[in-house]
């Protein structure tokens, strides 16, 4: 599909807020208004554009709730974990606390989170319209709710539209979705004589869990079950093997280039650089990639699409949500301020046309469709939604046990660079890679 | 020596007209006067010993403690016992291509961070004119070295697109990712760390001022020379010097971190290559945030550097030369 780009708009309507609202009347549930005062501690994480949103987001809610300060802690996405654990250690974590599904395993304790069924229950938390399955990423292995997950994330492919029709031009067949791991592959080989010299077909993605899950789910199988690793040797020899072939045949970058492009800034990357025809990178990175492109590859055109599906048509994309929990130790006093902002972030509709599902779509459908109806909204973001909205019945959400997250990553780039430098065999790669992760999940366990 | 006790210092009035004499209050025993002194003495040390006490022994304590308990920070911690020590000596991989790493690391740059430290200082002691300028730019890396801008700067000038490579394409060579492989990204961190060589180099600098000319145009009347000027006279005199710079790299050599971590993203990468001893340690404490575990390194560490140095003290006796001996 061909996104169509006009220029940015030039306010951030109001206007199409109020719209959204009465398309939205009876839909989302009316807050109560509440004479509030005091303040809260709210972290997130994310870089300038999602702080400014953030920032004009509180506003607004301080402007509804004059008695109410909202006092902004705001870091990049790694650094932000450490301070949380070290913030939860000294019983000073903030009130209301951005989480994701990947991460909750390791804080969801109700010495660390508040437990949110109860507030649920007795309508203090609105919830209405978010989906029960959405709802339930919030919830810990004690089967505990606690997050209100307020956007769901997903990961694909994302590629240049005008390589891909210059490569059609030159006879290579377009392909549709859903296509199989082997007819991806079979594609980029295709397009990769079309390239311009020094391009690549595809950025590596062989060290990179976002890719390796819808791989071994698409292959039938579980990634974790608890905190055991549950996908078979043969499947990551296999992912293995598919990312050497790759590079073997000049497919994609050497091991050196994949290392740099894994951690690449938006301004340095093959993709927006026009070097390389397809990589992987968040969805909602969509609008700042193509706006990165329009500076340094002025006419490129950037869109999105799912990850191959498996050899019998099994898809394996993985969801996640990202929500606000409220801290333990979050005082009797500030709790009706950390719920009111809850609720505010995830049912005022003008709150999520400012955010326009800047970190995963929004959790309630209906607000999705309208931002994505919305013509003030941005065509990438209107392409991120509608992909959503394709894949998301299919999605098989995976269940992150404590430090799951960060042993995956850990462990797959040290399997796959041994692996790519040649100092492992794929199938040394994958047992290195099994007992690795197995031996670091069964740690955070511990 | 004098012999004069107290009594033959009170029994002479010349003697007690020439020097301070101490007031004792009426009513003050000399005993309440020393409590008094002691008071006074302490209250000066206390920041100090508050320092000393809270910033230092008892972190170092708890340390201690917490190495013998699985940790995960969050939660209480529980005594396990020696299975921190044991678990990294006989079931982790990375611990000990940490070490691997680490002693690579020292071997390579606290020699050469010596050699290009002291060829410096002789070049520059040679009193060349702008002296101050020139030893100002070598001393500045060594104040910025292991900044994380320029951990940056460094990724950026060896990175498949950097500066490096700007140049090997001058001369038809292909370059690389320097950075990003497994072969060249430890040598590339060592080159960084050898070009802070600066504080060394103006140690040695100070040294090397010290020598009297008069010993070297002794050596040169009986023959000596240059090499043999700078064996016989130069080395002997800055052995201390020597020792003392050694010592003090050795020890940073075994605790870097910063130059690592950033050319690396943090992960000691690729494969492993450039996993610091720190550098795991901090993998462990802050990233899989097993603290009783890091806490185990973290004596080991200690214990390490202490043989590493005291062995340097026991060698010292044999290659360091005192004058006063």
Known sequence: MQVQFRAAPTRRSFLSGTAIALALAGTAAPIAAQDL?????FSWWGGQVRNDKTDQIIQLFEQQNPGVRV????????????????????????????????????????DILLPLDDLVADGTLDVSGIPETVLNAGRGADGNLYMIPHGVFYFALMYNEQ??????????????????????????????PTLPEGAVATHNMGREPDAFIPWVQSHGEQVFDGSQVAFSRETAV???????????????????????????LVEESNLANGRGYATNRPPNQLGSVQTVTNTVNPGATINIRPYPVGPDGTVGMDLGSNGIAI????????????TAWINFWTQDTEAAGIYESDNGVVAIPDLATAQAEDPDTQPTQVRHIELYQQVVDTAKPVFWPAGGYQAMTDTLNRAYDAVAFGQLTPEQGADQLMSELQQQLSQASR | MSTLDASDDQASPATMSARPVRVIPQGRSGSALKKADNRAAYLFLLPWLAGILL???????????LSFTNYAVIGLPAWIGLDNYIRLFTADRRFITSIWVTLTYVGWSVPLVLLFSLAIAVALNRGLRGLAIYRSLFYVPSLIGASVGIGLLWKEVFGERGVVNDILGWFGIAGRGWINNPTFALPSVIALNVWTFGASMVIFLAALRQIPESYYEAASIDGANAWQRFRRITLPLIAPVIFFNTVLLLINSFQSFTQAFVV?????????????????????????????????MAWILLIAIGIATALMFWSSRYWVFYGDR
């Open chain 2, 55 to 65: 910033i230092t022994t008892l972190p170092m304590l708890a340390s201690l403690y």
């Open chain 1, 37 to 41: 005062a005091g303040e809260i501690r």
């Open chain 1, 238 to 264: 296999a992912w293995f093997n598919y990312w050497e072939t790759l590079r073997n045949e000049g497919v994609t970058e050497s091991p050196e280039e994949m290392i740099s492009e894994n951690s690449a």
């Open chain 2, 264 to 296: 690396s993203n943090g992960r000691g990468g690729p494969v492993d290559s450039t996993l610091l001893y720190s550098l795991y340690l901090y993998q462990q404490a802050f990233q899989q945030m097993q603290m009783g575990y890091a806490s185990a």
């Open chain 1, 327 to 338: 801290g333990a130790n979050c005082a009797a006093e500030q709790l009706p301020i950390a």
């Open chain 1, 163 to 192: 390589m891909l029709e210059n490569a059609v031009a030159n006879g290579v067949e377009p392909i549709e979705w859903p296509y199989t791991w082997d007819e991806y592959a079979n594609h980029l080989r295709a397009v990769q």
């Open chain 1, 71 to 110: 006092v902004r802690e705001n870091a990049d996405f790694a650094p932000y974990w450490e301070r949380l654990t070290i913030q939860s250690t000294g019983n000073n974590q903030p009130c209301a606390i951005t989480m994701q599904s990947r991460w909750l395993a390791t804080y969801a304790r109700p």
